[in-house]
């Protein structure tokens, strides 16, 4: 069984930082490609920004150079550091990772997603 947690969200004011974690564990033998993705109040899901197993980055324009994604391959970890927060970041923000259990085929899993409220 594979589960994703996120952590680290919160309350912050406009102009603020927080870090977002997320924890894959269970029975994984490979990650691929982890991607965190965000819901603000009455919105359709989002994605935010995206990181393949070789590391390489993607953002979405509305966060870019404001938003950083990294991994820790080694810990099954994926993190999102939030600076310039702004009111419109507002959101549940979920963590989803594309990994294989058993070596062979690959699946999505999503986190139960962490709440980030930017106001002041």
């Known amino acids: 069984q594979v589960q994703l947690v996120e952590s680290g969200g919160g309350l912050v004011q406009p102009g603020g930082s927080l870090r977002l974690s997320c924890a894959a564990s269970?029975?994984?033998?490979?990650?691929?490609?982890m991607e965190w993705y965000r819901q603000p109040p009455g919105k359709q899901r989002e994605l935010v920004a995206g990181?393949?197993?070789?590391?390489?980055?993607n953002y979405a324009d509305s966060v870019k150079g404001r938003f950083t994604i990294s991994r820790d391959n080694a810990k099954n970890m994926l993190y999102l550091q939030m600076t310039s927060l702004k009111t419109e970041d507002t959101a549940v923000y979920y963590c989803?990772?594309?990994?294989?259990?058993?070596?062979?085929?690959?699946?999505?899993?999503w986190g139960q997603g962490t709440q980030v409220t930017v106001s002041s």
């Open positions: 989803r990772a594309v990994i294989s259990p058993s070596g062979r085929r690959f699946y999505a899993y």
């Open positions: 269970g029975s994984i033998v490979s990650i691929n490609a």
């Open positions: 990181i393949t197993s070789g590391e390489t980055a």
